[in-house]
């Protein structure tokens, strides 16, 4: 999806993240973009197979300059995180360790009182094919893991680091979970606005003997008036509506 827009000011920062022995700069460069997507620029890579800077790397990131261009190397997972004091292991599999295990939901509400408690955070991600080994897991305070369909639960790296990274964004985002979006030139009607439609209608249905029961009709005028209500009009519906009622009276009389 199309979404770049580089007149508005990036939301930045929040925790590490932290790819060990990345095998592929195609890789790291989805991860950086997945990374700048959520706000993420803090991006550290252990033993990358290919070396660093990796050309390959430049492409997939599709922009996410702000993340490559800030990258460092370790040679040792300890060295990537020795400035941390909160660690998170994203791995599916848990071999002889006793460890919390968190969702990526909880893990980002975690690091967000870390934030806010001015802990820095970081996130682990294992090799594509192999994933972490024990000692890395070890490092780690909690394991993050992600639940998805049993039978097949395998993310690709670039997979990995957004949905993480999503979680992270979200956790401190306030959009609301629906809302209409009207254009600059056509804001949404006002009661006034809505109330002058309601009439105009409802004049025209008596001229039109649509409140055939007149008992019925405050009822009727109720239901219209809501349903319309429902569709959040904008200014501009709302002299459309006027127009077709005018229109649609206009043929009534010419047919009579």
Not at 6 to 22: F, K, M, Y
Request: charged content about 25%.
């Amino acid at each position: 999806m199309a979404g770049t827009d580089q007149t508005r000011d990036p939301l930045l920062g929040g925790p590490a993240v932290i790819l060990i022995e990345p095998q592929m700069g195609e890789n790291i460069g989805t991860a950086a973009r997945a990374m700048l997507n959520c706000g993420l620029t803090d991006l550290r890579l252990v033993r990358p197979r290919d070396g660093w800077p990796n050309p390959k790397a430049v492409p997939t990131a599709s922009g996410a300059d702000a993340v490559l261009d800030h990258v460092r190397v370790f040679e040792r997972t300890e060295d990537a995180i020795a400035d941390l004091g909160a660690v998170y292991a994203t791995t599916a599999r848990l071999r002889d360790q006793l460890k919390p295990v968190v969702t990526p939901r909880r893990a980002a509400e975690e690091m967000r009182a870390h934030h806010a408690a001015g802990v820095a955070a970081g996130i682990l991600f294992g090799p594509e094919r192999t994933g972490m080994t024990n000692d890395d897991v070890a490092l780690a305070d909690a394991v993050v893991n992600v639940p998805l369909n049993p039978a097949f639960s395998s993310l690709n790296l670039g997979q990995a680091v957004l949905l993480v990274s999503y979680e992270w964004f979200t956790s401190g985002d306030s959009t609301p979970e629906r809302r209409l979006d009207y254009e600059e030139d056509a804001p949404p009607a006002s009661k006034e606005q809505l109330v002058n439609l309601f009439e105009h209608l409802e004049d025209a249905l008596d001229a039109g003997h649509f409140f055939r029961v007149p008992e019925k009709k405050p009822s009727m005028q109720r239901n219209i008036r809501a349903f319309l209500q429902r569709a959040r009009l904008s200014e501009q519906e709302v002299r459309t509506l006027h127009g077709m009622i005018v229109a649609l009276a206009g043929r009534r009389k010419g047919g009579e």
